[in-house]
């Protein structure tokens, strides 16, 4: 799948790893089509990259994402990767008086059910095209989690097995499934974390993302360097050594 030629939708495009996605093949060629529910960041990402375009969305609503893939294939017909950026991050306390089941309810639409059901809008359309890709975004923490954001780990888990499960039964087609997982980046996806000194910095990240997305072949698995201690912990036999670097006791 060539990338550079492509015409990719990006959702959450308007911050963090999608922007910095959508630049970065904007910059290789691609005509790139950005996604945000925020519409001032939304715009400021438009005016800062005017070779990008940008539609207003929120995925967690299914009756909008299912308008909005009719719209969006009607003004960029040669529409053929979708990378499913979109997603949130949210702490969540069980020991708390009242367990808020309300943040992992907001977390599992955005994370797992919106990419479902933007998938399922498109498909008809990108079994059309000579050649396609859908990229999912997962986590190091699909492989292991981190307890204090325990949706959210089980979220990009979740996504991991779709993702598998969609690409063998594409398999006879010639749509990709490609499955990107990042390690902690700086971006905000939680308050603060762009100044982490432990997040990957987002440059290096989206260089290097980019650069294996770009690869001839695209390889299935899109992982940087610096997330392949938690993608391989269960297999190296490392995994309660990572579990316990993530969720200090």
């Not at 702490?91 to 990419?115: G, K, S």
């Amino acid at each position: 799948m060539d990338f550079t030629k492509a015409t990719i939708l990006i959702t959450g495009g308007n911050s963090g790893i999608g922007r910095g996605l959508a630049v970065a093949l904007s910059e290789r060629g691609a005509k790139v089509i950005v996604t945000g529910r925020n519409e001032a960041s939304l715009n400021e990402t438009l005016k800062d990259n005017p070779a990008l375009s940008g539609y207003q969305l929120d995925v967690t609503d299914k009756d909008g994402l299912n308008a909005f893939a009719a719209s969006v294939v009607k003004d960029h017909p040669d529409l053929n990767v979708v990378i499913h950026n979109a997603g949130i991050m949210e702490r969540e306390n069980v020991l708390a008086d009242v367990y808020d089941v309300d943040v992992a309810e907001r977390t599992i639409t955005t994370n797992l059910l919106a990419p479902i059901w933007l998938t399922s809008a498109l498909l008809p359309h990108l079994r059309q095209k000579p050649e396609a890709a859908i990229v999912t975004v997962s986590s190091g923490l699909a492989f292991v989690p981190r307890t204090d954001s325990m949706t959210y780990s089980a979220t990009k888990a979740a996504i991991h097995s779709w993702t598998m499960s969609l690409r063998h039964e594409l398999r006879s087609t010639k749509i990709a499934v490609v499955e990107l997982a990042p390690p902690q980046v700086a971006t905000e996806l939680t308050p603060g974390q762009s100044k982490f000194a432990t997040a990957m910095p987002l440059a290096d990240f989206v260089s290097e993302s980019v650069g294996l997305l770009c690869d001839d072949p695209t390889p299935s698995e899109v992982m940087v360097q610096r997330v392949m201690r938690q993608r391989t912990a269960e297999a190296t036999g490392n995994f309660d050594q990572v579990f316990a670097m993530i969720n200090p006791s």
